[in-house]
Each structure stands twice: as structure tokens, then as C-alpha cells.
């Protein structure tokens, strides 16, 4: 069964720093393009960013271009995302999934940007 672990949200000031983290498993992870989503209440899962198998492509919302970075650690079959100079609009659940070939949700991680 493919699982999806998202950790390291929390609440943060307008202009921080968080880093999150999703574990996989379940799939041969180094071979799917990986992307984080977040989802506001009520609307479904935005897509924010997506990396590709070998983390050497990378694609933005524009919304969190410059400000947030995905990466990937193949070994680990984890990907992150580093999200520098908050601001209120990206609270939201945080999501991450195989971009092409999703499966169920998992239980996100919360971010609340607020001073």
C-alpha cells in the first residue's frame, strides 16, 4: 500500500521559514515526478510545485516562485519543501503526491502564516 507521510508545518510570522517533508512508501519512488499541493478549506489541491525524477527539473505556481524551493532525496524516497518569506495568503494544508499517477491523499501538514 503507497503511503504519504507530510511533516514540518507548524505556525509561522509573515516573512519565515518553514521546511516540509514528505515520506513515501510503497512505490518505486525515484521514478515518478513528485509535486506538493496545498488546499484551502473547502477548495481542492492546488498545485504549487512539481520536481522530476531526478530532481534537475523543477516547476512553480507562479503565486511561490522565488520563495518556495522542492528537492528530493531519492535514497530516502522523501521530498521536500522549503518555503522562505511566508506570507498570510499561504496558510493552507500542504500536500505532496506523484504528479502523474496519484494516489490517496495523505493527512497533509498545516501551515498558518500569521502574526
Known amino acids: 500500500q503507497v503511503q504519504l507521510v507530510e511533516s514540518g508545518g507548524g505556525l509561522v510570522q509573515p516573512g519565515g521559514s518553514l521546511r516540509l517533508s514528505c515520506a513515501t512508501s510503497?512505490?518505486?519512488?525515484?521514478?515518478?515526478?513528485m509535486a506538493w499541493y496545498r488546499q484551502t478549506s473547502g477548495n481542492h489541491h492546488e498545485w504549487i510545485a512539481e520536481?522530476?525524477?531526478?530532481?534537475?527539473?523543477?516547476k512553480y505556481h507562479d503565486s511561490v516562485k522565488g520563495r518556495f524551493t522542492i528537492s528530493r532525496d531519492n535514497a530516502k524516497n522523501t521530498v521536500f519543501l522549503q518555503m522562505n518569506n511566508l506570507n498570510p495568503e499561504d496558510t493552507a494544508a500542504y500536500y505532496c503526491?506523484?504528479?502523474?499517477?496519484?494516489?490517496?491523499w495523505g493527512q497533509g501538514t498545516r501551515v498558518t502564516v500569521s502574526s
Open positions: 503526491n506523484f504528479h502523474f499517477s496519484p494516489v490517496p
Open positions: 510503497g512505490r518505486a519512488f525515484s521514478n515518478y515526478v
Open positions: 520536481i522530476g525524477r531526478d530532481g534537475s527539473s523543477k
